[in-house]
């Protein structure tokens, strides 16, 4: 058994704070069945939970024998050489065109995941993602994107893609949703709801006036 490393823990106890999310996560899932998704667009606005949704999924896939590959958009050249560059050094192999990573080793059971956090910064790949890349990868391989917007119109409109391609939008927290969080933090009553008032479902408006609340005794 492969030993635990400090991100297989981030990622166990970040899960732990992602609620009201089931039918979600239960959605991202799908892509590890032999039949899933091949492309899973996770979207919303900023701050409503992607990449903790992302960071949920992780111990799920990896529990089922995946194995994840992590790129941030954001860090990558927006060009196929700095795509694959960056693909390639996460698979610690030279990948010199779209057609290189089907010959990356991949256990014939287990499930290969690129995970793009933050693909909004790729967009200028995008039709070379979909025309080139992802035909290339062999069928044992999965594509998580996370970004601000859904998938263009192309990835469900062209011939072959409806099947294989799955858009997950990530929407505000229900109320009772955002009270489980507040719960979590330590937070219940009078000021639970003055909090979840201001924030309105939004987890990350939860987890600022939290912090705000612990970092300043004044704070009321």
């Given at each position: 058994?492969?030993?635990?490393?400090?991100q297989d823990r981030l990622d166990q106890a970040a899960s732990r704070t992602v609620v009201g999310r089931d039918r979600e996560l239960e959605?991202?899932?799908?892509?590890?069945?032999?039949?899933g998704?091949?492309?899973?667009?996770?979207h919303g606005i900023p701050g409503v939970g992607k990449s903790a949704l992302l960071q949920a999924f992780f111990p799920v896939a990896k529990n089922r024998g995946a194995k994840i590959v992590r790129i941030d958009g954001g860090s990558v050249e927006p060009s196929q050489r700095g795509f694959l560059d960056a693909v390639g050094r996460e698979l610690d192999t030279a990948i010199t065109s779209a057609d290189g990573i089907s010959e990356v080793g991949?256990?014939?059971h287990s499930t290969l995941i690129l995970v793009i956090d933050d693909y909004d910064e790729l967009r200028l790949l995008d039709s070379w993602l979909r025309r080139v890349f992802v035909p290339a990868l062999p069928h044992n391989a999965r594509i998580v994107a996370a970004g601000r917007y859904p998938p263009s119109s192309t990835w469900l409109t062209e011939p072959g893609w409806q099947q294989l391609v799955r858009s997950v939008r990530l929407d505000l927290l229900a109320e009772d949703a955002a009270r489980s969080l507040l719960r979590d933090l330590g937070v219940e009553g009078e000021q639970a709801s003055r909090i979840q008032e201001f924030a309105r479902g939004h987890p990350l408006a939860v987890f600022g006036t939290v912090w705000a609340r612990v970092r300043s005794p004044t704070y009321r």
């Amino acid at each position: 058994m492969a030993m635990m490393s400090v991100q297989d823990r981030l990622d166990q106890a970040a899960s732990r704070t992602v609620v009201g999310r089931d039918r979600e996560l239960e959605a991202l899932a799908a892509c590890l069945e032999s039949d899933g998704p091949i492309v899973t667009f996770v979207h919303g606005i900023p701050g409503v939970g992607k990449s903790a949704l992302l960071q949920a999924f992780f111990p799920v896939a990896k529990n089922r024998g995946a194995k994840i590959v992590r790129i941030d958009g954001g860090s990558v050249e927006p060009s196929q050489r700095g795509f694959l560059d960056a693909v390639g050094r996460e698979l610690d192999t030279a990948i010199t065109s779209a057609d290189g990573i089907s010959e990356v080793g991949i256990e014939p059971h287990s499930t290969l995941i690129l995970v793009i956090d933050d693909y909004d910064e790729l967009r200028l790949l995008d039709s070379w993602l979909r025309r080139v890349f992802v035909p290339a990868l062999p069928h044992n391989a999965r594509i998580v994107a996370a970004g601000r917007y859904p998938p263009s119109s192309t990835w469900l409109t062209e011939p072959g893609w409806q099947q294989l391609v799955r858009s997950v939008r990530l929407d505000l927290l229900a109320e009772d949703a955002a009270r489980s969080l507040l719960r979590d933090l330590g937070v219940e009553g009078e000021q639970a709801s003055r909090i979840q008032e201001f924030a309105r479902g939004h987890p990350l408006a939860v987890f600022g006036t939290v912090w705000a609340r612990v970092r300043s005794p004044t704070y009321r």
